[in-house]
């Protein structure tokens, strides 16, 4: 091997095809004592039975590749959204390392959050030292507006008080007093990411807006995104509100944090939304929410505590959408614009000239219950027909919100909605109930492999593929995206099974 020729560096994708790792690795398989790869073969063949899955449906304390992740994870991408936020997660420093890489490899792009770096001592005498010098060394070095602080399992478990540790760091003067430093308790041994965030949201709002409410309202409508990882979807939100000229404070609006221009200068907080349009959001006329199952507290908090009306609206698709601006339309009295009302017939266009290729076609798909919700009314519309639906962060009132929705539609007759099941328990779904296309985040990359169904990447994270986050799935222009994402992979897939010269490519036609 060619090892200091700077020509000859190969990816590894290619370098560890070369003879001299393939003996390696054989020898690897040899010292280790591997099984046959018949045996192997063998094994395999009997994971896609019907016998198999109904071993793999009857585990009860193993989770195999769960489409969730934990939930300070969804804590910092709600403080994100806030003009100078630092995210200070008061626990273990690897777990924080997986959430920053987690989203730089999602968005493609550097994401700030700090640790207090609890360690053994910390485990056993508790981590209000570590908060101390963490919360100092944060502000003296980074500057931030505010501290959001949540934390990791291991804070959750030996019973750390947030509430008691910012107010005895304050009373030190470690931090200013008036420094706004919001928390949650995010423990990740219950509940999800969608609940980090909505713990957090929940968290900041009340410290922002405390002490802010007024007798008379600021006009104002508030959107609340959920754990949104599609920075287009918050372009596209403040997009069709100002087209409709509504005035509106995004709770909170992380899209240029999450998408800085690269012209030299690093930001370390660019954009988000004020913590002064954060905290008169009390006084606004409503609030609407964008996802259901990501800010169920915070809406129950805004109801009780703000006495502020809140709403639920997915502007997936085209009644998504209908819904959503016949909402604004009606708690603003501005009436929707012609502008708008054209790209609804452009939609309505384009799915009628993709219609006679998905209808009928059979769907998996697997992600968020909110995520999960959209596309299902969407794929209704277009006539397909979802049949494999897991979630693994489901609960009971999601299934029977889902549920009503299939069965609003003959489309939605043959789905089976799996609730707490995790990406194992598709796979055996697939092999014995095969469908057509599968949707879901980039871990559907291994299922694609073993069952060969066409997977369209939707949801997070993606990591595989470039750049699908930057486009917008709300709105009618969204739903074109989603459109021309699933319709065409559908198309890739009938190129590739129509290929064979002679054989198969009497269909193999340049029209679609
Ligand atoms: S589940 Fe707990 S220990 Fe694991 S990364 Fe999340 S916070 Fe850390």
């Given amino acids: 091997m060619a090892q200091n020729d700077i020509n000859n560096i190969k990816d590894h994708a290619e370098l560890f095809h070369q003879d001299e790792y393939q003996e390696l690795f054989q020898a690897k398989k040899q010292f280790e004592g591997g099984h046959s790869p018949e045996e192997i073969t063998r094994v395999a063949e009997w994971t896609k039975t019907w016998e198999y899955r109904e071993k793999n449906f009857s585990r009860e304390a193993l989770t ?3 489409a969730k992740a934990c939930q300070p994870l969804g804590a ?52 209000l030292n570590n908060m101390k010098e963490g919360l100092a060394t944060s502000f003296n070095l980074y500057k931030p507006k505010m501290i959001a602080l949540c934390t990791t399992c291991m804070a959750e478990v030996i019973g750390d008080d947030l509430q008691a540790f910012i107010r005895t760091s304050k009373d030190e003067g470690f931090v200013p007093q008036e420094l706004p430093v919001p928390y949650a308790h995010t423990p990740s041994f219950v509940g999800s990411h969608i609940t980090g965030y909505d713990n957090m949201m929940k968290g900041i709002l009340s410290n922002l807006t405390a002490g802010k409410k007024k007798e008379t309202t600021n006009g104002k409508i508030n959107f609340i995104p959920g754990f949104e990882t599609y920075i287009g979807n918050l372009r596209e939100v403040k997009r069709i509100a100002e087209t409709m000229g509504v005035n509106y404070t995004l709770l909170a609006d992380n899209s240029d944090y999450l998408d800085s221009p690269n012209d030299g200068e690093y930001r370390m907080y660019n954009g988000g939304t004020t913590l002064e349009d954060a905290g008169d959001s009390i006084n606004a006329e409503a609030t609407i929410s964008f996802q259901a199952y990501s800010t169920s507290k915070t809406r129950e908090y805004l109801e009780s505590d703000w006495k502020q009306k809140t709403y639920v609206s997915r502007p997936v ?11 604004l339309s009606a708690l603003t009295g501005k009436p929707i614009p ?25 769907i998996a798909m697997y992600g968020d219950p909110d995520l999960v919700i959209g596309l299902t009314q969407f794929l209704l519309e277009l006539g397909a027909e979802p049949v494999h639906i897991v979630v693994t962060n489901s609960n009971d009132v999601f299934e029977n919100e889902l549920r009503a929705l299939l069965d609003s539609s003959p489309f939605g007759a043959g789905a089976t909605i799996w609730g707490g099941k995790d990406l194992w328990h598709l796979r055996s779904l697939l092999f014995t109930e095969p469908v057509d296309l599968l949707i879901g985040n980039s871990y559907g990359k291994y299922l694609w492999r073993d069952t060969h169904t066409p997977l369209v990447r939707i949801g997070y994270p993606i990591f595989d593929r470039h750049h699908l986050h930057r486009y917008a799935t709300y709105g009618y222009q969204g739903a074109i995206n989603l459109l021309n994402w ?7 897939e009938l190129d590739r099974n129509t290929i064979i010269p002679a054989k198969t490519d009497i269909s193999y036609d340049l029209i679609r």
């Fill in 64 to 66: 195999v590749n769960p």
């Fill in 76 to 127: 910092i991408l709600a403080a994100v959204g806030f003009e100078g936020t630092l995210p200070f997660v008061h626990g273990s420093q690897g777990c924080v390392a997986y959430f920053r890489s987690h989203f730089t490899r999602h968005f493609k792009e550097p994401f700030s959050a700090v640790s207090s770096s609890m360690t053994e001592d910390a485990a056993v005498f508790g981590g």
């Fill in 317 to 327: 698709g085209i009644r998504g959408t209908d819904e959503f601006l016949m909402k």
């Fill in 338 to 362: 012609k502008e708008l009302e054209e790209e609804r017939g452009r939609a309505v266009d384009a799915l009628t000239d993709s219609q006679a290729w998905l209808h009928g076609k059979k």
């Fill in 486 to 492: 699933i319709v065409n992979t559908l198309l890739d």
